[in-house]
């Protein structure tokens, strides 16, 4: 993608049904993805406005206009559903601003795919847990995320990553990386592969009974972290998904399972001392709780029963696939260090082993929190 000049911005934003006069636009947030700005505009009245305008990485996502038609029809389908409900839709859900020619998106002369959203103010968020307040409040706001869409027919979503999730794939892509060893450093690492082979069973255990017509196809955010929620300045609470460029059809599950293994450790995802790393049972009770107290009444009895199989099925296949691109020679993930994607497989594998011997007690929780 070309660089973005001063120029260019000023193109792409007159192309949108923006209010006031533009006055220019900043880098804004920490995303790696694609290219954030706010753009600041002028009111006639004195006061200024504030949009966030981005450009969507097609290199990570191959069909952007795809991904517009996910993200145009979920957020349409949430600011109704919150509307409906009492809330507020200009603040409860992202709000795509149309081009001058009725779209959702704009496609500059280079190709580039443009997008621009109202922006939230007085709003904050987190890039880490920093107590069990901020989990909960995740916890709640992905809840409501998944009972706002339960009645959104998921299989009209796009699949903007083929196979993202998909546990018996990545394990296949596991093998082949394995059986390639182009850098000869699957040697090396032989008791982390034999962890990963010994839990293969595992990697069918929901994509069976999602076949089998035993859990529901849902519309899932896939990227379930702290930092795609926006907490109110004023409550606390957290009122707004964001980042809806992952959202497809899947599985609840995958969702919860991801919350888990990225909030409930005791440590950084490449923690090289593993004493450090653990699960903490905690932490899975306070997410636990705030999701149920939201998603708990459109979720069906099986789902919220595999809830612990989501989160260790989540942390298993970060760890896989941390394994693979180390034994590949870390192609995929950017790395800082000299075996940086094998320290975090290691964390994820410490992790679900943490989870294997308190088995019990997530089952316990789960069923604390079941009405």
Request: glycine share 8%; hydrophobic share 40%; aromatic share 10%.
């Amino acid at each position: 993608m070309k660089p973005i000049t001063e120029e260019l911005l000023r193109r792409v934003v007159d192309c949108f049904e923006y209010e006031g006069e533009f006055a220019g636009a900043l880098p804004y947030g920490s995303g790696h993805i694609n290219d954030t700005f706010a753009a600041y505009f002028q009111l006639e009245d004195g006061t200024s406005r504030r949009y966030i305008l981005q450009r969507v990485n097609s290199h990570v996502f191959k069909d952007p206009k795809a991904v517009m038609e996910n993200v145009a029809g979920v957020t349409h389908y949430l600011s109704k559903a919150i509307a409906k409900a009492g809330g507020d839709p200009m603040r409860e859900t992202l709000n795509l601003i149309a081009t001058k020619g009725g779209e959702f998106y704009h496609v500059d002369e280079d190709g580039g795919f443009w997008r621009m959203y109202v922006f939230i103010e007085d709003t904050t968020t987190f890039q880490m847990v920093q107590n069990a307040d901020d989990f909960y409040n995740s916890a709640r706001a992905f809840g409501k995320f998944q009972l706002l869409l339960a009645e959104y027919p998921a299989a009209t979503l796009h699949e903007t990553i083929p196979l993202f999730h998909n546990t018996v794939d990545r394990i296949r892509q596991f093998k082949e990386a394995l059986a390639a060893n182009t850098t000869g450093r699957a040697d090396d690492v032989r008791e982390e592969i034999e962890f990963v082979l010994s839990r293969e069973a595992d990697t069918h255990a929901l994509l069976d009974q999602l076949a089998e017509g035993k859990l529901p196809l849902r519309v899932t955010h896939n990227d379930t972290k702290l930092n795609n929620v926006l907490i109110d300045n004023a409550t606390g609470k957290g009122i707004c998904i964001i980042d809806l460029d992952t959202v497809m059809p899947g599985l609840s599950l995958y969702d919860f399972g991801d919350s888990i293994r990225f909030g409930a450790t005791t440590a950084a995802e490449d923690e090289r001392d593993l004493s450090k790393v653990n699960f903490d049972i905690s932490l899975f009770e306070v997410y636990t709780k705030g999701y149920l107290e939201v998603a708990g009444s459109v979720l069906t009895p099986n789902e919220i029963a595999n809830l612990p199989m989501g989160a260790k099925l989540m942390t298993l296949e970060c760890g896989m696939r941390f394994l693979a691109d180390h034994i590949a020679g870390d192609t995929y993930f950017k790395i800082h260090r000299e075996g940086h994607n094998l320290d975090r497989a290691r964390t994820q594998f410490k992790l679900v082993a943490d989870m294997e011997q308190q088995w019990e007690a997530m089952h316990a929780v789960v069923k604390k929190y079941t009405k």
